[in-house]
């Protein structure tokens, strides 16, 4: 039976793994590469790293990381960050990811993405879109780890990237970032009716039920999570974890 890939969304800043809330206030959650360790054990179905400072910092995402995570991981993983130019996107996959994940070239760029598409296919493009309100109460595209809003509505771009190639998206919602209250159900299903690639949903995954509700509203492909597999309890411990293959057969 169809089951979604269960993913583990992993955020990187200075070296480190962190966690944010609603993309603000990195906590420190530890090393990535015992994480790595961690979620080989546990079989997890795929990771995706993603460095929150490297578009503002005017860099690409460690490569050095990159590479260190490709030679502990037992799963496949993407990489975001910083990616502006066809030769980060090969030393990222030199270095061992499967995938990409652009975000903020894709929003200032849209063209792009079809060079990036048609340099290395589109299995190894994925587009992230970031979605909130802008000042006028409009949900609206960001680029720049959610600071800077831009004219494309969610729908609207999601076409596009489509269209120009990519082959998978990630729907983000900004304000339900580590809120741990549950996707944006409405969101992410007005997205998978219009178009065909698959998506990933990401934002406000807390437990389980979750992710057993957006599966049972919309079609996606994968389900990311951030929080809910490096807290564990009421008060948010740091433990990195993640469920048992039977517990993730949300069809059953």
């Known amino acids: 039976m169809y089951r979604p890939r269960i993913i583990p969304v992993l955020l990187l800043k200075d070296g480190g793994l962190v966690k944010t809330v609603q993309f603000k206030n ?10 790595v ?22 860099r690409l995402v460690s490569i050095d990381i990159v590479k260190n ?5 037992n799963m496949p ?24 994940i652009i975000t903020t070239r894709a929003v200032e760029d849209p063209g792009f993405i079809k060079q990036a598409v048609k ?30 809003p831009a004219v494309y509505a969610p ?7 489509e269209e120009y190639g990519a082959g998978e998206l990630i729907i983000q919602s900004i304000k339900r970032d580590g809120k741990m209250e549950g996707y944006d159900i409405d969101l992410i299903r007005s997205i998978s009716q219009r178009v065909t690639i698959p998506i990933v949903a990401l934002g406000g995954a807390g437990n ?21 597999f490096v807290y564990h309890g ?10 048992e293959r039977e517990v993730l057969r949300t069809n059953d």
């Open 208 to 228: 389980m039920q979750h992710l057993r509700d957006l599966e049972q509203q919309a079609v996606v492909n994968g389900l990311g999570a951030g929080s809910m």
């Open 26 to 35: 990195p906590r420190y959650i530890g090393d990535p590469i015992n994480a």
């Open 119 to 148: 340099e290395f296919g589109s299995s190894t493009i994925v587009v992230c879109i970031d979605i909130a309100k802008n000042f006028w109460g409009k949900l609206v595209v960001w680029s720049r780890a959610g600071k800077k």
């Open 77 to 100: 993983f993407s990489v975001g960050g910083g990616i502006r130019t066809l030769d980060d996107i090969h030393k990222i996959i030199e270095a061992g990811a499967e995938k990409v």
């Open 234 to 243: 009421e008060r948010n411990a740091v433990l990195v974890n993640y469920p």
């Open 69 to 73: 995570v490709g030679e502990e991981a």
């Open 37 to 58: 360790r961690i979620f080989n054990d546990l079989d997890a179905d795929e990771l995706a790293f993603l460095d929150i400072d490297a578009t503002r910092q005017h």
């Open 155 to 161: 729908v609207e771009f999601a076409n596009m990237m």
